[in-house]
C-alpha cells in the first residue's frame, strides 16, 4: 500500500499538469476571442471603406453635373475636389493637377499664368489666401471678369468637411438687359482672374471696348513674357491658353479651333519658325489659323522668313496694347477668311481681268506656255539654290514672281517674291527656306489655272 506521502508526490505533478492545461485552454480562448474581434473589426472597416467610397463617387458625380462650381478643401486648405464648372468660372490654368494640389498652390498658378494680372505674385497669394482664412463672414464676394460677366463666390464649413467653396455666374442678376460692365472703383480690390475671390476689380483693370471675343493661343517661353502678353489679352476679354514650346503648340491646335495664333519666333528646340511650318500643314482649320509673329527682331530678313513659313504679319516685343486689340478686333471670321484668302493658289480679281481682255482659246494657250516656262525657270532656281549661287536665284525669283503676278498664280508669287530679298542679300540659308514646298505649289496652281482657262466643252 502506498503511504501518505507517496500519494502526495505523486498528486503534486497532477495538479500542475491539470492546470498547466486549463492555463493553455484559458489563453486560447482569449486569442481566438481577439481574432474573432479583430476579423469583425476589419470586416465592418472594408464596408465602411467601400460605403464611403461609393458615397464619395456619387458625390462627385453629382458636383460634375452641377450649374455651379464647387471647391472642396479640408481644414489645411488642401484640395479634395472641384468640378468642372468651378475650373471654368474661376479660371483656373488648363491641366491643372489635383494631386497634392493646395488653394495656395492654385492661386500661385493662377497669378503666375497672368490671371491676376500685372501683381506681385507672392502679395497678391497672401491676400488671397488670409480672404479665405477669414471665414464665411468675409464672402459672398463678387468679381467681374475680364469677360464682362460677373461671378460670385461664397464660402461655407460644413462639420467634418473644411471648407466648401461655391461659384456661380450671376451676370444676369447684378446688370440689366443690355448694359455694359459696370467700371469698378474700390482701389483695394485685388484681382481680376483665378480663384478670383475678392469684391471687386483693381483700377488697373478697365474692360475696354472690344469687338468679338477671341480663342487665342499664345506660344511663348519664357514666363514673364507669358504673364505680360496674356494679361493684355485677358483685360480685353479674349480667352487665352499658353503653349511654352512649338511641340506644345501643335498639340494644343490639333485640339482646339483657335482664332489666332502668337508664335515667338526663338525658342528652344523647334523654332516658331518650324512650328509655323507645321501648323500650316495640319487639316483645317488649324492648317488656316491666322499666325503672327512675336519677335525683338523685325527686320527685312525676319518678315521674309516670317511669310516664307505660312505666318500673317510680325508684332514687335513688347507689343503695344493698341496694336494686339487691332489685331484681335478684327474677329474670329475676318481673320479665318483673310487667312484662307492669303493662302488662296489664284488671284481672282487678275484670272477675271485676264478673261475680260483676251479670247478664250488665246488665254488658254497663253496659259499652258507661260506655265512651261515658269517649270524651266523653277527647275533653273532649285538648281541655283542647291549651289547656293545668288545671282541666278535671284534673277529666276524675280521672273517668276512677275510670270505669276501676270496670270494670277497668288501663291506662286507670294513665295517667289520672299525669296527676292535674302537672295539680294547674299543669304542663302533664308533663301532656301522660303523655297521649301514651291514645287509642290506650282503643280497645284498649274491644275487649277489650266482648269480654269480652258474653253467650256461642246455640249
Not at 472594408?46 to 458625380?61: G, I, T, V
Not at 492661386?107 to 494680372?117: D, H, K, P, Q, T
Not at 489664284?346 to 516656262?373: G, K, M, N
Request: net charge neutral.
Amino acid at each position: 500500500m502506498l503511504n501518505s506521502w507517496t500519494l502526495e508526490l505523486f498528486a503534486l505533478p497532477a495538479a500542475l499538469l491539470v492546470g498547466g492545461f486549463v492555463w493553455i485552454a484559458v489563453r486560447l480562448a482569449v486569442a481566438n476571442r481577439k481574432l474573432t474581434v479583430l476579423a469583425r473589426a476589419r470586416a465592418a472597416g472594408y464596408a465602411a471603406r467601400e460605403r464611403a467610397a461609393n458615397r464619395a463617387a456619387l458625390f462627385a458625380a453629382a458636383l460634375e453635373g452641377g450649374h455651379d462650381g464647387v471647391l472642396i478643401a479640408d481644414s489645411r486648405l488642401r484640395v479634395v475636389h472641384w468640378n468642372r464648372r468651378f475650373a471654368e468660372l474661376s479660371g483656373l490654368p488648363q491641366g491643372t493637377s489635383r494631386d497634392g494640389a493646395t488653394l495656395e498652390s492654385l492661386l500661385r498658378l493662377s497669378v503666375e499664368a497672368g490671371e491676376f494680372g500685372l501683381v506681385d505674385v507672392e502679395s497678391e497669394v497672401a491676400a488671397q489666401v488670409a480672404l479665405i482664412e477669414h471665414g464665411p463672414g468675409a464672402f459672398p464676394v463678387l468679381r467681374h471678369r475680364p469677360d464682362a460677366s460677373i461671378v460670385e463666390f461664397t464660402l461655407e464649413a460644413p462639420p467634418g468637411v473644411g471648407l466648401l467653396l461655391r461659384c456661380a455666374d450671376v451676370t444676369a442678376r447684378h446688370r440689366p438687359s443690355g448694359a455694359s460692365s459696370p467700371a469698378p472703383t474700390d482701389a483695394r480690390a485685388v484681382s481680376a482672374a483665378g480663384l478670383g475671390i475678392v469684391a471687386s476689380t483693381p483700377p488697373w483693370f478697365t474692360p475696354a471696348p472690344r469687338a468679338r471675343r477671341c480663342l487665342v493661343l499664345l506660344v511663348e517661353d519664357m514666363k514673364v513674357n507669358q504673364i505680360v502678353t496674356a494679361t493684355q489679352l485677358r483685360r480685353d476679354g479674349h480667352r487665352v491658353d499658353v503653349a511654352a514650346s512649338g511641340a506644345e503648340a501643335l498639340v494644343l491646335a490639333a485640339a482646339t479651333p483657335y482664332d489666332v495664333v502668337l508664335m515667338d519666333l526663338m525658342m528652344p528646340g523647334m523654332s516658331g519658325y518650324d512650328a509655323a511650318r507645321r501648323l500650316r500643314a495640319m487639316p483645317n482649320p488649324a492648317g488656316r489659323t491666322p499666325i503672327f509673329a512675336l519677335t525683338a527682331n523685325t527686320g527685312e530678313e525676319e518678315r521674309v522668313r516670317c511669310l516664307a513659313a505660312g505666318m500673317q504679319g510680325m508684332l514687335s516685343k513688347p507689343v503695344p496694347v493698341a496694336l494686339l486689340r487691332d489685331v484681335l478686333q478684327q474677329g474670329a471670321a475676318t481673320m479665318r477668311a483673310a487667312a484662307a484668302a492669303g493662302d488662296s493658289l489664284l488671284d481672282a480679281a487678275r484670272l477675271a481681268e485676264l478673261r475680260r481682255d483676251l479670247p478664250a482659246s488665246v488665254l488658254a494657250t497663253l496659259c499652258r506656255q507661260c506655265l512651261d516656262d515658269m517649270r524651266d525657270r523653277l527647275a533653273i532656281l532649285h538648281l541655283a539654290l542647291q549651289q547656293q549661287v545668288a545671282e541666278p536665284v535671284e534673277r529666276e525669283a524675280h521672273a517668276l514672281a512677275g510670270m505669276a503676278g501676270s496670270y494670277g498664280l497668288a501663291r506662286i508669287e507670294r513665295q517667289a517674291r520672299a525669296i527676292l530679298a535674302p537672295a539680294r542679300a547674299q543669304d542663302m540659308e533664308i533663301a532656301r527656306e522660303a523655297a521649301i514646298g514651291m514645287a509642290d505649289a506650282f503643280d497645284q496652281s498649274r491644275v487649277a489655272l489650266l482648269a480654269w482657262a480652258e474653253p467650256d466643252p461642246v455640249m
